[in-house]
């Protein structure tokens, strides 16, 4: 079973828009990472938030993690179409070395 | 740096040949990790290593084997291919408590 599940599944926004999805697991993590993937390429690292931080900036990206509710949230500021991507949330079973991945958010940006 | 390198790129089996998908980092990585990506089934875990002779099973293992005799590569084998196991293969790499799997370029696995 999925230990990750990303909210919402679709994402249509206009550029310059900010653009936020959340990632829910379900069991103590040591860290979350969130991660795009192009259409057709390799999923590329952005951000990774360990269980005992609440919140990380990098860029335009904002990422947020609640461990009293075992979720995470992921905001891109002034949105580009170069943006469009689906984005995966990755999370590592406190106590293993296993990083399992949600089934993602499809984030379409208009020009 | 190569970074993370997956051959073939694309294949086409038939049900019952066996083939062995490649993987190479040369970053070093004592994590290596294999993952298919299905349609609407986001990437689930095949198998993964912590090092060099340390291998243990993911979410989804049946069907396929794994050795790691080196830091540097991850082969994956198919042991009897069938159309279920037709998806895109990821294979990646990480230091231990590192900032992130960086990802291979993907296998596009067709079985008939």
């Known amino acids: 079973s999925q230990q990750g599940e990303e909210d919402p599944q679709a994402l249509s926004i206009q550029e310059g828009e900010n653009a936020t999805m959340n990632c829910s697991y379900k069991?103590?993590?040591?860290?979350l990472q969130w991660y795009r993937q192009n259409s057709g390429r390799g999923l590329v690292h952005l951000i990774l938030?360990?269980?005992?931080?609440r919140e990380k900036h990098s860029g335009r990206l904002r990422v947020t993690l609640d461990t009293s509710k075992k979720s995470s949230s992921l905001l891109i500021t002034a949105s580009r179409a170069a943006d469009t991507a689906s984005y995966f949330c990755?999370?590592?079973?406190?106590?293993?070395?296993?990083?399992?991945f949600g089934t993602g958010t499809r984030l379409k940006v208009l020009a | 740096n190569a970074g993370v390198t997956q051959t073939p790129k694309f294949q086409v089996l038939k049900t019952g040949q066996s083939m062995t998908l490649q993987c190479a980092q040369d970053?070093?990585?004592?994590?290596m990790s294999w993952y298919r990506q299905d349609p609407g089934m986001g990437l689930r875990l095949i198998h993964y290593?912590?090092?060099?002779?340390?291998?243990d099973q993911g979410e989804v293992p049946n069907g396929y084997n794994v050795s790691r005799s080196t830091t540097e590569d991850f082969p994956l084998r198919l042991l009897s291919a069938a159309p279920s196991q037709t998806s895109v293969y990821f294979c990646?790499?990480?230091?231990?408590?590192?900032?992130?799997?960086?990802f291979g370029s993907g296998t596009r696995l067709t079985v008939v």
């Open positions: 970053m070093n990585h004592e994590y």
């Open positions: 069991t103590s993590i040591n860290n």
């Open positions: 290593s912590v090092g060099a002779g340390i291998t």
């Open positions: 938030i360990r269980s005992n931080e």
């Open positions: 990755a999370t590592d079973r406190a106590g293993t070395y296993k990083y399992i």
């Open positions: 990646a790499s990480s230091y231990p408590k590192g900032d992130g799997y960086t």
